[in-house]
């Protein structure tokens, strides 16, 4: 159903930050260094920060929204939705995650540096010959979603949906992004993004694999919760795991 596609500053000048000390801080902030050299960035950057931090009491994160929970035989994914721009994918992920569709299936294709693929029920016999052929959307068999393209890219963490040659031919099969793969952008519905168990994608993409991308030992999904978190405490989740990702690769 996923059409294939093949994997393949530090340092600033004290010129720099002698401009302005508004352009000095976005060059900082995108660096990653300090203003060492000048008080009023060093002062605009802590409140900058400041203001950055999470607090559960601002008004965008009051409320509620649902998360799924792929528990999967390397541990839990848990995804939020972009219900605003995405209505019917959301909707069609959801209500597989509710039936049991999703129960049983495989990542049935992994591509360190991509994404791994799964949500596809044929996943669930033991013919691996047709993985990846099968799934209908929520209406029922023999059904399709159309697409919802949007601006969202695919970077690493996004959940997106797997779909035919034909645009409008989305049923089950979605990928979650493992790193960020810009032709895929505005050829696909990006639908939601991964707030808990980036490292579960990891395990999971870094399986062996034979030469069609399958796993060779079963990467499954075993169980899907559906849930009602406060935003609250999805933001503190997805924060939670953003820091602990960059702590792993920045050692």
Known sequence: MFSRVNGSSRGISNLAILLTALFALVLIAGCG????????????????ESKSEFNADQPEF???ETVAILKTTQ?????????????????????????GLYKGTLFHRVIPGMMIQGGDPNSKDDDPSNDGMGGYSYRGPGTMLDAEFNDIPHTRGKLSMARGPQVNS???????????????????????EVIDGIEVVDFIVNSPRDRR???????RIVDVLVEEWSVADVEKSKKAMWAEDEAVHNK
């Not at 989305?170 to 939601?192: C, D, E, I, R, W």
């Not at 991308?213 to 990467?219: F, G, I, K, T």
């Open 170 to 192: 989305a049923g089950s099969q979605f990928f979650v992004m493992h790193a960020q793969y810009p032709s895929l952008n505005g050829k696909y519905t990006v639908f939601g």
């Open 62 to 64: 009051q409320g509620n």
């Open 75 to 99: 541990g839990d994914i848990t995804v939020r939705f972009f219900a605003e721009i995405s209505p019917e994918h959301v909707k069609n992920f959801i209500s597989h995650c509710e039936s």
């Open 213 to 219: 991308d399958r796993p060779n030992e079963d990467q």
């Open 33 to 48: 260094g300090t203003a060492k050299d000048s008080g009023s960035a060093e002062k605009m950057e802590d409140a900058a």
